[in-house]
């Protein structure tokens, strides 16, 4: 059973920095592209962040460039987010999903929760 | 790249059927066949109920169904049942491993 897991999420101050992190279990890990994706409060979904198999592609929704950061180890079977320079804008329950190709997310996480705010 | 565009609501009677659209540009939706949907319950993950345009993954009733023409894509549901209310999202792929998502739609089954 494919399992995904993640925590790290919480207040954060405007301007400070958060990792999230996600377990992955039930498939093969390091075949399979990654993505982070979030909603905010009663709002849609936003894709954030994608990271490929090896790790060595990353791509990144605009709103975040320069600010988050996506890696993975294959190893522990984890994906990461570093959330730098956070904005109130960002607050959002956060995503970790598996990613098949052309960005189809056949599975995702219970999700965690990023307050940003003073 | 702006989001694609979906009614907020719809709505139909137990046993009616149901369209949702969603809208995009040729620069997605009528650039790939990558056109996914999403069911979304409150305060539960999303999950994906339809894939490259009228996909469906094991454990997906064929009740839900998809279609595209040109820049718009289309779920339909039909023989609507209690437990299909929820929130439906689409998305599309938009190139160089971008994706990009719908607004969501609100559906109520009276």
């Known amino acids: 059973e494919v399992q995904l897991v993640e925590s790290g999420g919480g207040l954060v101050q405007p301007g400070g920095s958060l990792r999230l992190f996600c377990a992955a279990s039930g498939f093969t890990f390091r075949n399979y592209w990654m993505s982070w994706v979030r909603q905010a409060p009663g709002k849609g979904l936003e894709w954030v962040a994608n990271?490929?198999?090896?790790?060595?592609?990353?791509y990144y929704v605009d709103s975040v460039k320069g600010r988050f950061t996506i890696s993975r180890d294959n190893a522990k079977n984890s994906l990461y987010l570093q959330m730098d320079s956070l904005r109130v804008e960002d607050t959002a329950i956060y995503y970790c999903?598996?990613?098949?190709?052309?960005?189809?997310?056949?599975?995702w996480g219970q999700g965690t929760l990023v307050t940003v705010s003073s | 790249q702006s989001a694609l565009t979906q009614p907020p609501s719809a709505s139909g009677s137990p046993g009616q059927s149901v369209a949702i659209s969603c809208t995009g540009t040729?620069?997605?939706?009528?650039?790939?066949?990558?056109v996914s949907w999403y069911q979304q319950h409150p305060g539960k993950a999303p999950q994906l109920m339809i894939y490259e345009i009228n996909n469906r993954p094991s454990g997906v009733p064929d009740r839900f169904s998809g279609s595209k023409s040109g820049n718009t894509a289309s779920l339909t549901v039909t023989g609507l049942q209690a437990e299909d209310e929820a929130d439906y999202y689409c998305?599309?792929?938009?190139?160089?491993?971008?994706?990009?998502f719908g607004g969501g739609t609100k559906l109520t089954v009276l």
């Open positions: 999903a598996k990613d098949t190709a052309y960005n189809i997310f056949d599975y």
């Open positions: 990271i490929k198999v090896d790790g060595n592609e990353k």
């Open positions: 998305s599309s792929f938009a190139g160089t491993k971008q994706v990009i």
């Open positions: 040729s620069s997605d939706i009528g650039a790939y066949n990558y």
